[in-house]
Structures are given as structure tokens and as C-alpha cells.
């Protein structure tokens, strides 16, 4: 039965976020006429912030609750972000020869990203020590 709970809370997450990239994604895209796959770079250098951001608070403030976590970081996050389209627009921006645009929107995705997180995880210390 805990298992079950588990999976109905990354499951409802997963919709929150999923319907929560598609909402973002479509409004983006309607103002990206450039070929560059913006909306999904947009997207996961926010959901990277918001990991770092959230994984940091939960260990500090609740460390325990699991199934926060699992809501929060695997369901929302885990659906609002996503690799697999990175990596498909990416590929289809190669194969479009607009390789240019595939190396910076690699550059761009690692770099901030990354970035991202590191900046979330130290916010979260920030407001955590207050």
C-alpha cells in the first residue's frame, strides 16, 4: 500500500508538471519564430533551478518526506522537464543542417542547467539558514 501511495504521488505530480511544460511550451512557441527549440531550453534550465532549489530545501526543512520529495521532484519535476525532447530537437536541428543551432542548444542545456541547479541548492541554503 505505501508503494501504491508512492506511485500515486509521482503520477499526480508527473501530470502537474507534464500539463505544465505543455502550457509553457505552447506560449513560448508562439512567440519563437527563430527554428530554435527555446521553449524547451527555457523549460529545463527552470525545472533544473527548481531541483536544486527544491532537493536542497526538503533535505534541510524535511528531510523525511518522502512522499513531498517524490510529488515535487520525481512527478513535477521529472514531467516538466525533459531530455528526451532536448534531445530530439537537438538531433532534428543536424539533420535540418542548422548545426549551429544543435551545438548551442547543446552548450546552452549543459551549461545552464547545470548551472541552474547549483544556483537553486545555494538559494535554498540561503533561506534555510535564516
Same mark, same amino acid.
Not at 506511485?7 to 511544460?21: E, H, L, M, P
Not at 520529495?69 to 516538466?80: E, K, M
Not at 528526451?84 to 542548422?98: A, H, I, P, W, Y
Not at 542548444?105 to 547545470?114: D, E, H, K, R, T
Given at each position: 500500500?505505501?508503494?501504491?501511495?508512492? @506511485?500515486?504521488?509521482?503520477?499526480?505530480?508527473?501530470?502537474?508538471? $507534464?500539463?505544465?511544460?505543455?502550457f509553457i511550451?505552447?506560449? @513560448?512557441?508562439?512567440?519563437?519564430?527563430?527554428? %530554435?527549440?527555446? $521553449?524547451?531550453?527555457?523549460?529545463?534550465?527552470?525545472?533544473?533551478?527548481?531541483?536544486?532549489?527544491?532537493?536542497?530545501? &526538503?533535505? +534541510? &526543512?524535511?528531510?523525511?518526506?518522502?512522499?513531498?520529495? &517524490?510529488? !515535487?521532484?520525481?512527478?513535477? &519535476?521529472?514531467?516538466?522537464?525533459?531530455?528526451?525532447?532536448? +534531445? !530530439?530537437?537537438? @538531433?532534428? !536541428?543536424?539533420q535540418g543542417?542548422? #548545426?549551429? %543551432?544543435?551545438?548551442?542548444?547543446?552548450?546552452? +542545456?549543459? #551549461?545552464?542547467?547545470?548551472?541552474?541547479?547549483?544556483?537553486?541548492?545555494?538559494? #535554498?541554503?540561503?533561506? $534555510?539558514?535564516?
Amino acid at each position: 500500500m505505501k508503494e501504491m501511495i508512492n @506511485v500515486v504521488a509521482v503520477g499526480t505530480g508527473g501530470f502537474v508538471g $507534464a500539463a505544465s511544460r505543455y502550457f509553457i511550451s505552447t506560449l @513560448v512557441n508562439k512567440l519563437n519564430t527563430s527554428g %530554435f527549440p527555446i $521553449a524547451t531550453l527555457i523549460i529545463n534550465i527552470l525545472g533544473s533551478f527548481l531541483i536544486g532549489l527544491l532537493t536542497q530545501l &526538503l533535505m +534541510s &526543512l524535511c528531510p523525511d518526506n518522502k512522499k513531498l520529495n &517524490l510529488f !515535487l521532484t520525481t512527478g513535477i &519535476l521529472g514531467g516538466f522537464t525533459t531530455f528526451s525532447t532536448f +534531445s !530530439l530537437e537537438t @538531433v532534428n !536541428l543536424f539533420q535540418g543542417g542548422k #548545426a549551429v %543551432f544543435g551545438v548551442v542548444n547543446i552548450v546552452l +542545456s549543459i #551549461a545552464f542547467c547545470l548551472t541552474g541547479v547549483v544556483l537553486g541548492k545555494m538559494l #535554498a541554503k540561503t533561506i $534555510a539558514s535564516m
